[in-house]
């Protein structure tokens, strides 16, 4: 045993008999200066122990509110890809039944076609479409939505075509403005930031058209049929000679999904 163990057995041993040769009142008095002694540091580490257990608790529970917390983080993200799928077969019903009721009102016979194929670089010229020369499409053939006019077929194959749509510059239509004898020829036109608008050309140098006035489709030249709405009136742009006008199309060309190809109408027999 080390010496400074051994020195504090003695004292203690020493201290101990001494304490019990003493009197029965000089006992009582040592344990009771032995008690006032030690009771600050009983009542401390009573104070320590109850600081203990309610920071234990308190962590406790923390811990426990965390995982709730957490549970009912994943039972929100649950939710909002629920209400997304929920949004994306709404809107999806929307789009059928608009298509449905355009298939029944229309004055045309019409082939239902989806957009298949988009490519970014061309995104605002062609699209390609799950119709082809065995549904009945042939070139030239004009492409609706119920909301107007998309553009028209352009290459053919067998199952799937290709529409050059209206928001390219190289398609040409010749338009009327509602509500007012101008005429002219409607091109796409190109912007630097957002959707492509659409350019009105040839209007009379006077041309008395106002913001929001609609323009349809003329019929003449034969490419594509009369009273096709192509979109509305969005600044007019007065001119030495002529006037143009930037036109809004009707058509969401951005989120282009199902479309339809007018066919000849079958003569009655």
Known sequence: MK???????LLFL????WALTRSEHTVREIQATYYRTISPFLTAGSALETQARSFIDEVEHSERL?????????????LKLIESQLRTIEAENGRLRRSLDFKERTKFD?????????????WWQTVEIDRGEKSGVATAFTVVTDRGLVGKIDQLGEERSSV???????????ARVEGSPEEGIVSGLRVHDGPPKLRLRFLSKDARISKG???FSTGRGGLFPADLLLGEVELLQPGSLDTEAVI???????NLSTVFVLTPQKEAP
């Open 66 to 78: 965390a995982a709730e917390v957490e549970a009912m983080r994943g039972d929100y993200g649950r």
């Open 248 to 254: 809004k199309p009707s058509v969401d060309f951005q």
């Open 213 to 215: 006035m609609r323009v």
């Open 3 to 9: 010496p400074l163990n051994l020195l504090a057995l």
């Open 110 to 122: 019409v082939i239902a076609a989806r957009i298949t194929r988009r490519q970014p670089a061309t």
């Open 14 to 17: 020493g201290g101990a008999a």
């Open 164 to 174: 050059i749509l209206l928001t390219d510059e190289a398609c040409q239509v010749s």
